[in-house]
């Protein structure tokens, strides 16, 4: 079966700090993998996707990046945060056609103080 | 642009009330639509969906059908019960070039009570 891990699942970083979270999924080849971000008092927010090693594609302008050194592994970082950097940050997966369903992980909560 | 605008929250109900949390969309081409739902400290997790219009999505006593004349997707449950409660999200599928995108609402919290 497929499961999806992301750590850490909170994190406490100062203003100007740098940023790595990791998300990895299991027992499946070649999904579509997505950062969300999850402010207090919105909705999700789409940051980033990959249909493949190396290929990103970025949603919304900010001060967030992310990578995809294999295939099943996608990493979200930053150089330095900042406070509105703060949120709960939920990776997820997906293969197939439209109608399937988009597997989210545990998530992260970040807080930037 | 696609979007999705749901009720805004909380919604708070007693025990075994009949829920409806409307959800309305905005969209391109023919959408798949989703309820994702999520528990306290947890990510999200697939209620229910519908890929194409007039299809009712149910789960858990949960239901929704895809209404493409009034471009909506209300979540309806006939009894909730404590352990419904939870945000719930409505979003919409469409393609774009090789990867698939959700566009979500801005959630709903159920807040159910004995």
């Known amino acids: 079966s497929q499961t999806i891990h992301q750590w850490p699942a909170t994190l406490v970083q100062p203003v100007g700090s740098p940023l790595s979270l990791e998300c990895t999924v299991e027992g499946t080849s070649n999904p579509n993998l997505y950062w969300y971000r999850q402010a207090a008092g919105r909705g999700l927010q789409l940051l980033f996707y990959?249909?493949?090693?190396?290929?990103i594609s970025s949603e919304v302008p900010q001060n967030l990046s992310a990578s995809r050194p294999q295939d099943r592994q996608f990493i979200l970082s930053s150089k330095k945060l900042l406070l509105s950097d703060s949120g709960f940050y939920l990776c997820a997966w997906m293969v197939g056609l439209a109608g399937n369903e988009q597997f989210f992980g545990p998530g992260t909560r970040l807080t930037v103080l | 642009g696609d979007s999705v605008t749901q009720m805004e929250g909380p919604v708070t109900l007693s025990e075994e009330a009949f829920l409806t949390i409307n959800c309305t969309y905005t969209?391109?081409?023919?959408?798949?639509l989703f309820w994702y739902v999520q528990y306290p400290g947890e990510g999200l997790q697939l209620l229910l969906k519908?890929?194409?219009?007039?299809d009712k999505g149910s789960n858990k006593g949960f239901e929704a059908t895809y209404r493409k004349e009034t471009t909506s997707f209300h979540l309806e449950k006939g009894s909730v019960q404590v352990s419904d409660s939870a945000v719930y999200f409505c979003a919409l599928r469409l393609w774009s070039g090789t990867a698939s995108k959700l566009t979500f609402g801005t959630g709903t919290r159920l807040q159910v009570t004995l």
């Open positions: 519908a890929t194409k219009a007039d």
């Open positions: 969209a391109t081409g023919y959408p798949s």
């Open positions: 990959s249909v493949g090693i190396g290929q």
